[in-house]
């Protein structure tokens, strides 16, 4: 070993042992105490009350749409008859949950109806809770409309097909 490679490891000792020095003083370290907190809420919830009605709609030889409105009120477009006996229901949800808490509503965009191998179309999803619904007194509730979507000379029958409405907190 040459004085040259020894004058480097020499330093290098040295810095070594300087930086050992260092870390282990602490004389500007400090421990401190904190505090974390978390509220766990009451699970919202949603149950329906009343399920979505069209009633009894008479089709022709065109397509047309009947419009359920948030309120239970049927509009039937000139191509459909609206036949009196069971009366339109708009869909009503209840919800439970957390004091005043915000909360939004997920419709579906489309939903497929059947009877037997028949078939039709809702979609036009609409609910009555505004844009900010909230909780009161953990509890709410709101209903939905729709837009039914019936074919020309649509086969009678029953229809009925489920749909998903999600609530969450905001």
């Known amino acids: 070993m040459n004085i040259k490679n020894l004058t480097i490891v020499a330093g290098a000792a040295v810095a070594l042992a300087m930086t050992a020095g260092l870390a282990t003083k602490s004389a500007y370290a400090t421990d401190g105490a904190a505090t974390s907190t978390v509220t766990v809420v009451a699970p919202l919830t949603i149950s329906e009350t009343q399920g979505i009605v069209f009633g009894s709609i008479a089709p022709s030889a065109a397509a047309g749409t009947a419009t359920l409105d948030t309120s239970d009120g049927l509009t039937v477009s000139a191509a459909l008859e609206a036949l009196t006996g ?85």
Do not use: R, W
């Not at 953990?138 to 000379?153: E, K, R, Y």
């Not at 998903?164 to 907190?169: D, W």
């Open 86 to 170: 069971t009366a339109p229901k708009s869909g009503a949800f209840d919800l439970t949950g957390e004091g005043t808490s915000n909360y939004s509503i997920s419709l579906p965009t489309s939903v497929t109806m059947t009877s037997g191998g028949d078939s039709m179309t809702l979609n036009g999803f609409g609910h009555s809770a505004g844009g900010t619904p909230s909780l009161s007194g953990g509890t709410g509730s709101f209903t939905v409309g729709a837009v039914l979507n019936v074919d020309a000379n649509q086969a009678a029958g029953t229809y009925s097909g489920p749909y998903t409405v999600t609530v969450n907190y905001q």
